[in-house]
């Protein structure tokens, strides 16, 4: 018999992850976006890296619809990025800072990493579906990761 869902998250609570926004646009052109826990690297040759979207989140389909998407790894100053793309808002990208990149999909600015993929498989995946995009372009910055762990934000000690 399967552990309980409260189980599972009491567990993976206590793993810590990075944070990741992952945008898109749909068919109409609307852009769409959504904070995201499962994003894993793939592949080094090709490039590629997969996210875990649930099957309810408004920007679900626009994934498959546009084939193209950026994943952004979120600077540990950008928690408020975080909660405006994890809320059911009807404009998460207000008062964000973007250009526009692959398939004219907004990558923010101040995002440690940006990677623009396109859609190389969708898989099902329970409630949700893994999508495996291939790397066409990276941007990364200096700083800190944004890293989530027992229901919280947490700051990394920087080296120095």
Known sequence: MAISKEEFRNALSRFP?????VTTKDADGSWRGCTVGAFSPVSLEP??????????????????ETGAF????????????SNQFASHSSDKFN?????????DIPVIENA??????????AHEGGDHTIFVGEIERAEIKDGNPLVYWH??????????
Request: some cysteine; hydrophobic content about 40%.
């Open 17 to 21: 992850s990075g944070v990741t926004v």
């Open 70 to 81: 950026v994943v952004h790894i979120l600077a540990e100053e950008n928690e408020v990025h």
């Open 47 to 64: 490039p590629m890296v997969l996210v875990c979207v649930d099957k309810r989140a408004g920007s679900h389909n626009a994934f498959q």
């Open 151 to 160: 229901g919280d934000y947490h700051k990394l000690k920087s080296k120095k």
């Open 95 to 103: 008062g964000i800072e973007y250009r526009t990149g692959i398939s």
């Open 112 to 121: 440690l990493v940006a990677l623009e993929c396109r859609l190389a498989h």
